[in-house]
C-alpha cells in the first residue's frame, strides 16, 4: 500500500490498517481512495460511499481474523460479492471494512451421486451449473446476472432468475452453509441431507443481506439437466391482456419453467441491443419455457399455445430450434443493459404482487408514468407476479432523480395496495428502508432487529440496512405529515 | 364453525405471561407423540379455524391454524390442486398449524420439496403477546428476514401459529407407480442412478425386497418415463403411498423404537442391525431397533447425517438430534428473542429451548 493513502486516513482508521496488516498481505489491503473506489457502490449506483478500508482475503482463516479484530475495535464490516447487488446491500460504511470476498472462488466438491455442489462464497453462480454440466446436472436459480454474479450474494439476498417459478428461489435450492459469526464464530448449517436439527436457519440465513453472517461456504441442490426445454414467444396488442394470459396459463394447472413478460420498450430495447427476433410491433411479449421429458413438452407446448391464442395473443411462435431458443432468453437476460441505454440512468423497481392483479397494476403503471413524465420499461418475471418496472431518467437534469424515486414509491405504494410486497428478489438494502416503515408495523420490525441481536449482538455486520430503526420510520412519517400528506395513507401502521 | 379466536388465544398469552405458567400448544394432538414431552398448561388451537382466502388461479391458499388438514385437502382437492410436500396426518384431527409446526413431510418431498418450502407468510403471537406478521402471500418475498419459514419446523416453541399462507401446485395428470423385486442394496443403487436423470419421479422407497417409484405428470411424459424405467405396474398406489405417509404400513406398526435417519440419499446401507424402511430414494431411513441413541446418532453422523427418536421411548430424554455447542446458543438466543420467558411449549424441541 503506498504510504501516502495511509497518511491522509484518520488515526483511528490508521490504527485499523495496521492491525489489518498483520492478517493479511499488504495487496489485500486497499485503503487509498484511488484503490477503493471500485468498491464505493454496487449495482444500485445512485448510492456511492467510499469505503474505510477494502480487504481482500483468500482464507476463511484471514475472514475469522478479520471479524475479530473488527469486533473487537469496534468496527462496522459489509461483506461483498461481486457488487452487483440492486438495492444498495454491499453500499460501503466511511468508517467501516468493506469484506470483500471476491478470492473465495473454489469448487469444492461435486457430488453426482447426491445432487449436490460444495462451493466457496465467491463462485459465480454461472459457474456452478458449468461444473455440474459433465454429470448432466445443473443449479437452478439463475438470476440474469448469473455470469457474474456470487452464491454467496445469491444466498443473502435469496436472489431468483427466470426459471424461479417452478424450481424455486435460492432458498429452495441451498442445502447447507458454513459461516462466520460477527464475533468470528464457525457455524454449520446443513449439508447433503434434505434437512438439519433444530430451528431453519437456512432460511433465516438465504435473504439475510449480510446482516447475520458472513457466508463462507455454500451446499447447494444440483438438478438433472431437463431432457428438453422449449420456448414459446407470444405477442399482445394490449399490456393488460398479456397480464391475463398469465393468468390463463397457471390456472390451467401449468406450472412453465419459466414465464417472463416484456413490454414494448423492453422489448425493443432488447431487440436493438442483441437483434433477439422479437415483434417489435407487439405492445407486450411473453416468453413460456416448458420443460421435462421430450414428450410431455410437445403436449404441453400445445396447451400453452392454444391458452395464449385463446387469451388474447395475435401471435404464437414456437422457437425452430435450440440456436432460436437461447437467442430469444438472450433478449430478456440482456434486458437490463439493454434499458440501460435508453437513458442515461434507469431505476429498476422489484415489487411483487398477486398474478391476478398484473393487468391492473400495469394499466396502473402506465397512468404513473404519464403523472410523473417518466418513461417505464417493464421487463419482469410475470408467472411469479414479480415486477421490474425500470423507470428512466437523467440525473443530470435537475430534479429528475426526485421524481423517478417518487414514482418508484408510488409503484411500491401500489404493490401493497393489492396485496403484494415492496421486494420480491432484489432486497432492501438501503434503498426500500422507507418502505419498509409501511410494510411492516414496529413491533415486526423490532422483532427483526432481535433476530439480527441473536446472531450479531453489538451489531457491526452491515449495520443501517435492510431493516429500518425505529425512529427512522417516524421521523419518515412525521416528515410526511408535516408536508402535508402521508406517503401511503391507507397503509400506515402506527 | 369458522371462528377467528385470536383475541381468546391472545388472552391466554397474557395470563401466561402474567401468572408466569408456560403454555402446551395443541392443535388436533395427532402428533402427540412427536419430539419431547413440553411442560404447561394446554392450550387449544383447534378452535381458531377456517380457510381465509383460496384463489386456485393464484396458487395461493390462506387459512387459521386449527384448520383441519383434510378441509384443507378437500378445498384443494375440488380445484385439481395439493400441498405438494405430501404432508403426514398422523390422526384426523391434524390441524394446519399443527403441520407447519411440525414441518413433516411426505413421500413426495424429495422431487417437490419439503412444508418449509411452500410457507409464503404466517400470523403469529410472540412471547411478548404481540400479533406478528411475516412473508405474504406473494410468491417472492424478501422483504424482511424469512420468519416464516423459521417457524416451520419449530414445534410452537417460538411462537402460536395464528395464520399460515401456503403455495399449492396443481395436481399432477397423471400418477402411476413401477414395483421391482431387489435387495437393499441394488434399491439404493437403482434410487441413486434415476435420480441423476430427468425423470418424473415423485416418491421412491424401498420395503421387504421391493423397490417403489411413483412418477407424476402429464400422460405422455409419464409413459416415456415408464418405458424408460421398467418395472411392474403396481395397482393399489394410492393406498399404498398413504400407508407410507401416514405410518399405517405394516413397517411402522411393530413396538420397537422408530428411529428416522436423515441421511445423504447416495449414503451406503448401514450396518446397524435392525429392520429398515429406505424412503426418500435414500434421504431418509427410518429403523426399527431398540440400539442405544448414541450408537445410532454416531453412525448417522459418520454419514453425513443425523438422526431422530421418532416414536417410542421416553421422550423426556434427548430426542431430536444433538445440537453442537455454538448451535445450541445461537438457538437459545432465538428462542430468548421469540419468547423471552419462555412460555411457549418449553422443552418440545430441545430441554434448553
Ligand atoms: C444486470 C443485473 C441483472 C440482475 N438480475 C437479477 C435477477 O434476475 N434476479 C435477482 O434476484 N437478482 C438480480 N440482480 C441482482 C443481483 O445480481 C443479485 O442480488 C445477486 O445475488 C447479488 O450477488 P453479488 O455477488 O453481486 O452480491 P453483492 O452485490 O456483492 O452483495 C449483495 C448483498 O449480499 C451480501 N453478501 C455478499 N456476499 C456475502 C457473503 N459471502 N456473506 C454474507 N453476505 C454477503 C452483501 O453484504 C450485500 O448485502 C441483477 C443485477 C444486475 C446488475
Given at each position: 500500500m503506498p504510504k501516502s493513502a495511509t497518511a491522509a486516513l484518520s488515526p483511528d482508521l490508521n490504527a485499523q490498517v495496521s492491525a489489518l496488516h498483520r492478517i493479511l498481505p499488504p495487496e489485500a489491503v486497499l485503503a487509498g481512495a484511488e484503490e477503493s473506489r471500485p468498491y464505493e457502490c454496487d449495482g444500485l449506483t445512485a448510492y456511492r460511499n467510499p469505503p474505510g478500508v477494502v480487504c481482500l482475503p483468500d482464507n476463511a482463516h484471514q475472514v475469522q481474523e478479520i471479524l475479530r479484530l473488527c469486533a473487537q475495535m469496534h468496527v462496522p464490516v459489509v461483506a461483498r460479492g461481486a457488487g452487483t447487488g440492486l438495492s444498495g446491500g454491499a453500499l460501503p460504511l466511511s468508517h467501516g471494512v468493506l469484506l470483500s470476498l471476491a478470492k473465495f472462488t473454489r469448487i469444492l466438491e461435486l457430488d453426482p451421486d447426491n445432487r449436490t455442489a460444495r462451493v466457496e462464497c465467491g463462485v459465480r453462480n454461472l459457474a456452478i451449473s458449468e461444473a455440474a454440466a459433465p454429470y448432466g446436472l445443473y443449479y437452478a436459480p439463475d438470476p440474469s446476472s448469473q455470469i457474474v454474479c456470487t452464491i454467496g450474494g445469491n444466498v443473502a439476498e435469496n436472489s431468483g432468475g427466470v426459471h424461479c417459478l417452478k424450481y424455486g428461489l435460492t432458498v429452495h435450492n441451498v442445502l447447507g452453509l458454513k459461516l462466520l459469526t460477527m464475533n468470528g464464530e464457525l457455524l454449520e448449517l446443513g449439508g447433503n441431507t434434505l434437512d438439519t436439527p433444530g430451528y431453519d436457519l437456512l432460511a433465516l440465513l438465504n435473504g439475510s443481506e449480510g446482516l447475520l453472517g458472513v457466508i463462507l461456504e455454500v451446499t447447494v441442490k444440483l438438478l438433472p439437466k431437463p431432457e428438453r426445454a422449449q420456448l414459446v414467444l407470444a405477442a399482445f396488442h394490449d399490456v393488460a391482456q398479456a397480464g391475463m394470459a398469465v393468468g390463463a396459463i397457471?390456472?390451467?394447472?401449468?406450472?412453465?419453467?419459466?414465464?417472463?413478460?416484456?413490454?414494448?420498450?423492453?422489448?425493443?430495447?432488447?431487440?436493438?441491443?442483441?437483434?433477439?427476433?422479437?415483434?417489435?410491433?407487439?405492445?407486450?411479449?411473453?416468453?413460456?419455457?416448458?420443460?421435462?421429458?421430450?414428450?410431455e413438452v410437445s403436449e404441453l407446448i400445445m396447451r400453452v399455445r392454444d391458452l395464449l391464442l385463446a387469451n388474447g395473443a395475435y401471435e404464437a411462435h414456437t422457437a425452430r430450434d435450440e440456436t432460436e431458443r437461447l437467442r430469444l432468453w438472450a433478449g430478456r437476460k440482456s434486458a437490463f443493459p439493454a434499458v440501460g441505454r435508453l437513458a442515461p440512468?434507469?431505476?429498476?423497481?422489484?415489487?411483487?404482487?398477486?398474478?391476478?392483479?398484473?393487468?391492473?397494476?400495469?394499466?396502473?403503471?402506465?397512468?404513473?408514468?404519464?403523472?410523473?413524465?417518466?418513461?417505464?420499461?417493464?421487463?419482469?418475471?410475470?408467472?411469479?407476479?414479480?415486477?421490474?418496472?425500470?423507470?428512466?431518467?437523467?440525473?443530470?437534469q435537475p430534479g429528475e432523480l426526485k421524481q423517478a424515486e417518487e414514482f418508484g414509491a408510488k409503484i411500491l405504494e401500489l404493490c401493497l395496495e393489492v396485496g403484494g410486497t415492496i421486494t420480491g428478489e432484489h432486497g432492501v438494502g438501503v434503498e426500500k428502508l422507507n418502505q419498509m416503515c409501511v410494510q411492516f408495523a414496529s413491533a415486526e420490525l423490532a422483532q427483526f432487529h432481535e433476530i439480527k441481536y441473536a446472531f450479531d449482538p453489538k451489531g457491526l455486520l452491515n449495520p443501517g440496512k435492510a431493516v429500518p430503526t425505529l425512529q427512522r420510520c417516524a421521523e419518515f412519517g412525521a416528515m410526511h405529515v408535516h408536508h402535508g400528506k402521508l406517503p401511503f395513507p391507507g397503509l400506515e401502521r402506527f | 364453525?369458522?371462528?377467528?379466536?385470536?383475541?381468546?388465544?391472545?388472552?391466554?398469552?397474557?395470563?401466561?405471561?402474567?401468572?408466569?405458567?408456560?403454555?402446551?400448544?395443541?392443535?388436533?394432538?395427532?402428533?402427540?407423540?412427536?419430539?419431547?414431552?413440553?411442560?404447561?398448561?394446554?392450550?387449544?388451537?383447534?378452535?381458531?379455524?377456517?380457510?381465509?382466502?383460496?384463489?386456485?388461479?393464484?396458487?395461493?391458499?390462506?387459512?387459521?391454524?386449527?384448520?383441519?388438514?383434510?378441509?384443507?385437502?378437500?378445498?384443494?382437492?375440488?380445484?385439481?390442486?395439493?400441498?405438494?410436500?405430501?404432508?403426514?396426518?398422523?390422526?384426523?384431527?391434524?390441524?394446519?398449524?399443527?403441520?407447519?409446526?411440525?414441518?413433516?413431510?411426505?413421500?413426495?418431498?424429495?422431487?417437490?420439496?419439503?412444508?418449509?418450502?411452500?410457507?409464503?407468510?404466517?400470523?403469529?403471537?410472540?412471547?411478548?403477546?404481540?400479533?406478528?406478521?411475516?412473508g405474504g402471500e406473494v410468491m417472492k418475498n424478501v422483504a424482511g428476514f424469512d420468519a416464516a419459514r423459521l417457524m416451520t419446523g419449530a414445534l410452537g416453541t417460538l411462537g402460536i401459529l395464528l395464520e399460515i399462507s401456503l403455495k399449492v401446485a396443481p395436481k399432477p395428470h397423471h400418477e402411476v407407480t413401477l414395483t421391482r423385486s431387489c435387495s437393499a442394496q441394488q434399491a439404493l443403487e437403482t434410487m441413486t442412478a434415476l435420480a441423476r436423470q430427468p425423470l418424473p419421479l415423485s416418491a421412491a422407497c424401498f420395503s421387504n425386497d421391493t423397490l417403489y417409484l411413483r412418477l407424476s405428470g402429464s400422460e405422455s411424459g409419464v409413459r416415456a418415463a415408464r418405458e424408460k424405467i421398467g418395472g411392474d405396474l403396481f395397482s393399489d398406489q394410492t393406498s399404498f403411498w398413504r400407508q407410507v405417509r401416514e405410518h399405517t404400513h405394516d413397517f411402522f406398526k411393530s413396538g420397537t423404537l422408530l428411529w428416522r435417519l436423515s441421511l445423504p440419499p447416495a449414503a451406503p446401507l448401514l450396518s446397524l442391525p435392525g429392520l429398515w424402511f429406505i424412503d426418500w430414494g435414500g434421504a431418509q431411513r427410518w429403523l426399527r431397533n431398540p440400539l442405544p441413541a448414541d450408537v445410532i446418532r454416531a453412525t448417522a453422523v459418520k454419514l453425513g447425517g443425523h438422526a431422530m427418536l421418532f416414536r417410542g421411548g421416553e421422550h423426556t430424554g434427548s430426542v431430536f438430534h444433538p445440537l453442537p455447542p455454538a448451535l445450541l446458543a445461537l438457538h437459545k438466543r432465538l428462542k430468548n428473542v421469540f419468547d423471552p420467558q419462555g412460555i411457549f411449549n418449553p422443552g418440545r424441541l430441545y430441554a434448553e429451548l
Open positions: 397457471l390456472g390451467a394447472g401449468i406450472i412453465p419453467a419459466g414465464l417472463e413478460m416484456m413490454d414494448n420498450l423492453a422489448l425493443r430495447a432488447a431487440e436493438n441491443y442483441t437483434r433477439a427476433g422479437y415483434p417489435v410491433d407487439a405492445a407486450a411479449i411473453l416468453l413460456c419455457e416448458l420443460d421435462g421429458a421430450n414428450e440512468d434507469y431505476y429498476c423497481m422489484d415489487g411483487t404482487i398477486p398474478r391476478n392483479r398484473l393487468p391492473e397494476v400495469l394499466t396502473r403503471i402506465a397512468g404513473l408514468s404519464q403523472h410523473y413524465r417518466l418513461r417505464v420499461a417493464n421487463v419482469f418475471h410475470a408467472g411469479d407476479g414479480n415486477l421490474h418496472p425500470l423507470i428512466l431518467y437523467d440525473a443530470n | 364453525m369458522d371462528a377467528d379466536h385470536s383475541a381468546a388465544l391472545l388472552a391466554s398469552v397474557q395470563e401466561a405471561l402474567a401468572q408466569k405458567i408456560p403454555l402446551r400448544i395443541a392443535g388436533g394432538n395427532s402428533k402427540a407423540f412427536y419430539g419431547r414431552q413440553p411442560a404447561g398448561k394446554p392450550l387449544s388451537m383447534a378452535d381458531h379455524r377456517g380457510i381465509l382466502r383460496y384463489e386456485p388461479g393464484e396458487l395461493v391458499i390462506t387459512a387459521r391454524a386449527g384448520t383441519p388438514l383434510s378441509e384443507i385437502e378437500a378445498a384443494l382437492d375440488a380445484h385439481r390442486q395439493m400441498l405438494p410436500f405430501e404432508p403426514p396426518h398422523f390422526g384426523p384431527g391434524a390441524t394446519l398449524g399443527g403441520t407447519i409446526a411440525c414441518g413433516l413431510s411426505g413421500p413426495r418431498r424429495p422431487y417437490a420439496g419439503a412444508a418449509r418450502d411452500f410457507v409464503l407468510g404466517v400470523k403469529i403471537i410472540n412471547g411478548r403477546g404481540e400479533v406478528l406478521k411475516f
